[in-house]
């Protein structure tokens, strides 16, 4: 069985978005100042489902090469699915997507999208994204959902990409945590010009 893991682009001040995110403004105000690192390497990384191709440093892309690799389902919650469109579909990792939500799928998402709809419980999501992806990690794809993993002991690895930037409000990762105090344990660094890539295990 593969491990459940997250990673996101944090700003120093501890933000993976900006206030009022939206369908419109899906990183928030400001928010797009934390993918700057996506556009400003000397190398072509192009995400499985070929709808995302960013430049990146060469340590960064064999990163990334491991992550998608590895990747064999996606857990998301309700609002991130909105606010990205359902990736029109196909997320760029290109693995079938589990989506947490109390309300029916919108209109718009169309049949043959790989995408399942849990009513019942995030327990229940990370379960079937378990056996969906078999020997591959589950990915916890929002701060919602990563922070009920972290909560319920479900989590292993969390992957930070912190940039230098102050964004003073938006949406936090993993605050409150109410678990308590969580060890982790440093795994590796990737110092880029426009991030600092942190990569943890958590200690259980």
Known sequence: MGKVVTGFAMSLDGFVAGPNDSAEQPLGKGGEALFTFYSSGDTEFRFPSGTLVVQVSQ????ELGEITRTAGALVTGRRTFDITHGWNGRHPLDVPVFVLSHRPPPDWVEAEWPLTFVTDGFRSAI???????GDKNVIAGSPSIAKQCLEAGLLDEIGVNLVPVLLGSGVRLFEPVGSGPVRLEKMRVIEDPDATHLFFRIVK
């Open 127 to 133: 379960e079937q994204a378990r056996r969906a992806a």
């Open 59 to 62: 340590a960064l892309t064999e």
